[in-house]
């Protein structure tokens, strides 16, 4: 697919082919943390996966499955020790 967003959802692994060879090979949210690498090469970073790198940016330390908005909101209270449930 060419829509990194479901790629980024749905994918178990994603492969990045540059100049004719593999240039990653990797799940979703390893590859998607390397945002400068992967813009330079014409890719779009998921807007959850931008997100999720600034949330750990800043100290919250989120599992590699947190990919969808109810995935990283349950990470996040988990890691806060809150409800998982919006009021």
């Known amino acids: ?3 990194m967003n479901e790629v980024y959802e749905y994918a ?3 492969v990045v082919f540059a100049d004719g060879a593999v240039a990653y090979d990797m ?3 390893a590859l998607f943390r390397m945002e400068t690498e992967i813009t330079a ?3 779009e970073v998921p807007q959850m996966a931008r997100f999720a790198n600034t949330l750990e ?3 919250y330390a989120l599992p590699d499955d947190a990919r969808t908005v109810e995935q990283v909101f349950a990470a996040v209270c988990a890691l806060k020790g ?3 449930h919006a009021s």
């Open 57 to 59: 940016q800043n100290g």
């Open 1 to 3: 697919s060419h829509d």
């Open 41 to 43: 090469m014409g890719l």
């Open 27 to 29: 799940p979703p949210r």
């Open 12 to 14: 178990d692994r994603v």
């Open 82 to 84: 809150g409800d998982k």
